[in-house]
């Protein structure tokens, strides 16, 4: 319906919607469509059986599951914390505020193998924070976790702030005024409005976390069956020249990959008309 | 003879006119440049030997050339070549990444190996055990970092070169010593059973056994003990084990690019000249050994003689031991799993 509406809809205020729509479709299919496409074809050189054994051998699914739930869990507590650090640049003034804002987007810029070994050298246990804790970080899955916490950060602090700062304070003055509790006015009135670009922050740390390679090597301590992360057994693959079997694991990952973020979208769908259509 | 030149100089001012001067090497449109796609630590030596190598050049009269490096992971290198990265000559330390170039491609013939003498290889190295100062938990050979209780790092075998050579020289020390394969295999799956990370390459192993402070034992190249102690200071031993492996450098020339280029004159002289005695010595001072036994007498120091295999000898070529040993589902995979029970 929404397809169908948007194709035949001819007569828009703005000119150009055809050029746009062209140019657009275009760009998408030589940036994104056309690399992705190579990957499912070099997979039908393998037969039904070899990419059945490639993608669901003990290791590889042992890789799933690290690499989805840490993501999962990573972008999880970003989108807790995330959402804290957003309320805070947004509606408090400190010193050195600039500067904190600044440091936010740090993981965006830094490559990634830098923040790995950082990492990797803090938490491990003879680390400044890896000898203070009771239990160990690097070269364990929790080292993959703090990995994807770190470099998720910025993607939910980034899409929740605008929308914040868009947030009218009336609005919780008012609540405020109707007898609302603080709670009530944080759950019933700030939530819904923030809770589709959350979502979106959500989202975009958790698609990032999957894919994540350079920092989450170097911490992880790549155990078979413990710390793998599934990028780790393509590039495993690749090395023995296994190119089909590489890219038949890359395959399934985009395949997981693409349904969760439809779900993610739809529940952000959700979520907005539920808030009434902003 | 003289039009020809003059057109050609004329199309070559064009070009770079037209391109800017954003490619400064059109403008010697008379000059031959040269692709070596290398490994990774390789960088600093092949430095110091395309300078050597320019300099004898020109002496010579060979005429303007310009030698270009890339340097990378081996295989993901080859991959490279493969896909079309147009590499005169590919000098590696692992003679499976140039049978892969033979078999995927066929941009080198299957018997490259015997183009030049030592099996193609003009340096060799071997796996060693480095261990804390002083070795605590007297580790003297393969054998000790294979007792329980003792951790030793190794980059993982899947990944890097560095690590199929120790896991080779585990395991054919075994053999060397009049042992079975059974008893090979029990060695490096206790050995495997030690090892607490699986660095993803061999520099990011010496971090993790010298900075991190893990592991009893790091197995890695002679080649990489001098740039460790320059890089950490002497905080470590080295410790020869009885039986280690030769790990061979070998190099070839890339038929199908040298012949489309036209270059095959530059770049068999550019790697025949590893083998002479200028070059071994350069090589002798990244810690590489060389095949001149003169040059070999003059560094005995840095490399003491020790018994060593090559994976030719022992597992019948690399192709060989990949298939049987590193393949998905081949013997390391088998001895992890079982290790893991």
Do not use: C
């Not at chain 2, 303007?64 to 005169?88: F, M, P, Y």
């Not at chain 2, 080198?108 to 003498?117: E, G, S, T, Y």
């Not at chain 2, 530059?266 to 810690?287: D, N, R, T």
């Not at chain 2, 840095?302 to 393949?327: C, I, M, R, S, Y």
Request: aromatic residues 10%; proline residues 5%.
């Amino acid at each position: 319906m929404l397809l169908s509406r948007g194709l035949l809809k001819r007569h828009s205020v703005l000119p150009g919607f055809d050029l746009a729509l062209g140019f657009a479709l275009l760009y998408i299919s030589l940036i994104v469509l056309v690399p992705l496409s190579a990957a499912f074809l070099k997979t039908f050189t393998m037969t039904w059986a070899a990419f059945w054994d490639a993608v669901t051998s003990p290791r590889v699914l042992a890789s799933y599951r690290l690499t989805f739930g840490a993501s999962f869990a990573a972008a999880a507590l970003n989108a807790v914390f995330g959402l804290v650090v957003a309320w805070v640049l947004v509606r408090y003034d400190f010193p050195f505020k600039r500067l904190i804002d600044a440091l936010v987007d740090l993981p965006f810029a830094l490559p990634t193998a830098v923040a790995g070994i950082a990492l990797t050298a803090i938490y491990a246990e003879n680390g400044w924070i890896g000898q203070f804790l009771p239990f160990k970080v690097s070269f364990t899955p929790v080292g993959v976790f703090v990995a994807l916490v770190f470099i998720g950060v910025p993607f939910v602090v980034r899409t929740v702030q605008p929308v914040l700062e868009d947030v009218n304070r009336e609005l919780e003055e008012a609540a405020a005024t109707l007898g609302a509790s603080r709670w009530q006015t944080f759950s019933k009135v700030i939530l819904p409005i923030v809770l589709p670009a959350l979502l979106t922050g959500f989202a975009l740390a958790f698609a990032r976390a999957l894919g994540e390679y350079g920092s989450v090597i170097f911490i992880a301590g790549n155990m078979p069956m413990i710390s793998e992360i599934t990028p780790l057994l393509i590039i495993t693959k690749l090395e023995q020249y296994d190119i089909a079997g590489a890219t038949a694991i890359a395959v399934v990952m985009l395949v997981i990959s693409f349904v969760l973020l439809l779900l993610i979208n739809s529940l952000q769908t959700w979520a907005r008309k539920r808030q009434g259509g902003v | 003879m003289e039009r020809p030149n003059t057109s050609r100089t004329r199309r070559a001012l064009l070009l770079s006119a037209l391109l800017g001067a954003g490619l400064p090497t059109l403008a010697l449109a008379q000059s031959v440049t040269l692709l070596n796609v290398s490994y990774d630590v390789s960088r600093e030596f092949y430095k110091d030997y395309n300078k050597a190598f320019l300099a004898q050049w020109k002496q010579g009269g060979g005429g303007e050339l310009v030698i270009n490096q890339s340097h990378g992971g081996s295989s993901k290198q080859i991959r490279s070549v493969i896909d079309g990265l147009a590499a005169d000559v590919v000098t590696m330390n692992q003679a499976l990444d140039i049978d892969m170039l033979a078999l995927r491609a066929g941009m080198v013939p299957a018997d490259w190996a015997k183009r030049f003498p030592d099996n193609a290889a003009p340096t060799t190295s071997v796996t060693v055990l480095l261990v804390r100062k002083g070795n605590p938990k007297a580790i003297r050979d393969w054998a000790d970092v294979a007792r329980p209780g003792v951790s030793v790092v190794i980059p993982n075998p899947k990944l890097t070169g560095n690590g199929r050579y120790s896991y080779v020289a585990a395991y054919g020390a075994v053999l060397k010593a009049g042992g079975t394969p059974a008893q090979a295999r029990e060695r490096v799956q206790q050995i495997f059973a030690n090892v607490p990370v699986f660095d993803g390459g061999g520099r990011a192993a010496t971090t993790t056994f010298v900075q991190r402070n893990i592991g009893d034992a790091l197995a890695t190249f002679e080649s990489e003990v001098d740039l460790i102690r320059e890089e950490f200071g002497d905080v470590f031993d080295v410790v020869y084990p009885t039986w280690t492996v030769l790990a061979e450098n070998p190099v070839a020339v890339v038929d199908k690019v040298v012949d489309k280029k036209g270059t095959r004159k530059q770049a068999e002289a550019y790697l025949k000249w590893l083998w002479s005695p200028e070059a071994q010595e350069i090589a002798a001072q990244h810690g590489l050994r060389p095949r001149n036994a003169q040059v070999l007498a003059r560094h005995a120091k840095t490399f003491p003689k020790v018994n060593a295999f090559t994976v030719d000898e022992v597992f019948g070529g690399w192709l060989k031991a990949q298939k049987e040993h590193f393949d998905d589902g081949a013997l390391y995979d088998q001895i992890l799993a079982a290790n893991r029970r």
